[in-house]
């Protein structure tokens, strides 16, 4: 079957303008998460959806950052007004999630750079 | 201070030999460890995931645990020069709250024929 879908793959955009990252996740996944990973850090946590829960936000690092997931599947991250340390590459994953050890499956992100 | 350190290199090896890649944690209440293989321009993918302390072994891959070091490695047997690669720890708690795995900056590893 088909993996984590992310599109688009690169991004190349204006600072002050609005972006759109849109993640289709493994059909059946109910957990779906998306970090960010600039060059030679780690994968930093933004945002995490679980089933019809409240998604937790705990890791979106300014109100110009937002994410929607709707009908359980696709979900989009939006970024207002980007900023040119916004530049980074930004991954999508989801997993079964309502086991500890279900692993997370990564889409190969989306490339953006802000100039 | 980060939850999870790891040297993020690279490491440079030459084809065959052993490689040890390692990570520490400040969190005791971490259960689950778990590696991940990113290679250039794509997404991790799990390689192996223990829970607790312990050995793991798959194939040429060893999955090593010592938490009352706060100290996990990941160990290549024959390398080979397909392995190169970015290397990511990743652990979670096991109770409270929602799975969310924090993760390591990553350690470069470069397998040289």
């Known amino acids: 079957g088909a993996g984590v879908s992310q599109s688009p793959s690169n991004k190349v955009t204006e600072k002050g303008k609005d972006v759109e990252l849109r993640c289709d996740p493994i059909?059946?996944?109910?957990?779906l998460y998306w970090y960010r990973q600039s060059l030679g850090q780690g994968l930093e946590f933004l945002i995490y959806?679980?089933?019809?829960?409240?998604?937790?936000k705990s890791g979106l690092p300014s109100d110009r950052f937002s994410a929607e997931r709707t009908g359980g599947s696709v979900s989009t991250l939006t970024i207002q007004r980007t900023q040119q340390e916004d530049s980074a590459v930004y991954l999508c994953?989801?997993?079964?999630?309502?086991?500890?050890?279900?692993?997370?499956?990564f889409g190969n992100g989306t490339r953006l750079t802000v100039t | 201070q980060k939850e999870v350190e790891q040297d993020p290199g690279p490491l440079s090896v030459p084809e065959g030999a052993i490689v040890s890649l390692n990570c520490t944690y400040s969190?005791?209440?971490?259960?689950?460890f778990m590696w991940y293989r990113q290679y250039s321009r794509k997404g991790p993918e799990l390689l192996m995931y223990?829970?607790?302390?312990g050995n793991k072994e798959d194939g040429r891959f060893t999955a090593q645990v010592d938490k009352s070091s706060k100290y996990i490695s990941l160990f290549i047997r024959d390398s080979q020069p397909s392995d190169s690669a970015t290397y990511l720890c990743?652990?979670?708690?096991?109770?409270?709250?929602?799975?969310?795995?924090?993760f390591g900056r990553g350690t470069s590893l470069i397998v040289h024929p």
């Open positions: 994953a989801s997993s079964l999630g309502e086991l500890r050890n279900s692993p997370l499956h």
């Open positions: 059909s059946g996944h109910t957990a």
């Open positions: 959806f679980q089933g019809n829960s409240a998604p937790d």
């Open positions: 969190n005791s209440a971490f259960q689950y």
């Open positions: 223990t829970y607790s302390s």
């Open positions: 990743a652990m979670t708690l096991t109770s409270g709250g929602s799975y969310i795995p924090t």
